[in-house]
T-cell receptor, first 112, second 113 residues
Framework: SQQGEEDPQALSIQEGENATMNCSYK?????LQWYRQNSGRGLVHLIL?????REKHSGRLRVTLDTSKKSSSLLITASRAADTASYFC????????????FGKGTKLTVNP | DAGVIQSPRHEVTEMGQEVTLRCKPI?????LFWYRQTMMRGLELLIY????????DSGMPEDRFSAKMPNASFSTLKIQPSEPRDSAVYFC???????????FGPGTRLLVL
């Protein structure tokens, strides 16, 4: 079953605007990861945020984590056409052998 | 530096044929993962290896699927016999930190007719 569920499923914005994607999960986590996938390509790791962190930045990316609400958000500021991609959150299942489980993703379109 | 290398990039085959997908992880990475991506089911972990040893193959759909990692720089995923429902994009990924920060290859797009 999918452990990370992204919202919205699709998002269309204009270049220069900010894009916010959300991820909810059901069970406790040690960390949560965000990945990007350009059309026809493999996934690219963006950010890992640990359960004892509330916010993390990488360039124009900002990730927040609220463990009390079991949710995370990815903010892309000043978006560019090149940011057009699908964005996935992923968490590591606990109990038994570990697995990295991905959500269905948010498809972001940035219009020039 | 070369990333994860997968071959072939595209494969079209007929039902019943054997399919072999290949992966070369990033040098120095000790964990290797095989994923399958479809529109219906999203991205699913099939199997992963740590130091060339299979750790968890519970995601392998059925006995038609098998994976090997004979050495640290090469892995194969084999489907025999293939079926149309196996059509998907298969990704290989590697890492130095287990489940954290995985590096994905470009994928193999498989179509079984």
């Amino acid at each position: 079953s999918q452990q990370g569920e992204e919202d919205p499923q699709a998002l269309s914005i204009q270049e220069g605007e900010n894009a916010t994607m959300n991820c909810s999960y059901k069970t406790s986590i040690n960390n949560l990861q965000w990945y990007r996938q350009n059309s026809g390509r493999g996934l690219v790791h963006l950010i890992l945020i640990r359960s004892n962190e509330r916010e993390k930045h990488s360039g124009r990316l900002r990730v927040t984590l609220d463990t009390s609400k079991k949710s995370s958000s990815l903010l892309i500021t000043a978006s560019r056409a090149a940011d057009t991609a699908s964005y996935f959150c992923a968490k590591i299942t606990q109990g038994g052998s570990e697995k990295l489980v991905f959500g269905k993703g948010t498809k972001l379109t940035v219009n020039p | 530096d070369a990333g994860v290398i997968q071959s072939p990039r595209h494969e079209v085959t007929e039902m019943g044929q054997e399919v072999t997908l290949r992966c070369k992880p990033i040098s120095g990475h000790n964990s290797l993962f095989w994923y399958r991506q479809t529109m219906m089911r999203g991205l699913e972990l099939l199997i992963y290896f740590n130091n060339n040893v299979p750790i968890d193959d519970s995601g392998m759909p059925e006995d038609r699927f098998s994976a090997k990692m004979p050495n640290a720089s090469f892995s194969t995923l084999k489907i025999q016999p293939s079926e149309p429902r196996d059509s998907a994009v298969y990704f290989c990924a590697s890492s130095t930190r287990g489940m954290e920060t995985q590096y994905f290859g470009p994928g193999t797009r498989l179509l079984v007719l």
